[in-house]
């Protein structure tokens, strides 16, 4: 089992940058793709950004590509998402979520989550 915990989210102005985190305590973290999903108030959990257990691959939703990269430092059992130029639209609370396999954008595959942390953009 595998334990998330986020950190790095605020509030930013429009195009402005955060560095979000995805922290995890298990010793078997270099076994999961990890994927960043968000979800603003009234609206469904979208997908974001995910990457495979050991970096090589990556994928992002096409809101965010060009703007967002993600990346893992598997030596720190740390998973990163860098956001760039960011809108009022990021606007959500973004999770970070493991899973055994590949780095899916659906959220149904995912089998641990963290708590969240508000990411806010002003305009």
């Known amino acids: 089992q595998v334990q998330l915990v986020e950190s790095g989210g605020g509030l930013v102005q429009a195009g402005g940058s955060l560095t979000l985190s995805c922290a995890s305590s298990g010793r078997t973290f270099s076994s999961y793709a990890i994927g960043w999903f968000r979800q603003a108030p009234g609206k469904e959990r979208e997908f974001v950004a995910a990457?495979?257990?050991?970096?090589?691959?990556?994928r992002y939703a096409d809101s965010v590509k060009g703007r967002f990269t993600i990346s893992r430092d598997n030596a720190k059992n740390t998973v990163y998402l860098q956001m760039n130029s960011l809108k009022p639209e990021d606007t959500a609370v973004y999770y970070c979520a493991a899973r055994v396999g590949s780095a899916y954008s659906d959220y149904v595959y995912y089998d641990y989550w963290g708590q969240g942390t508000q990411v806010t953009v002003s305009s």
């Open positions: 990457i495979d257990w050991s970096g090589g691959r990556t």
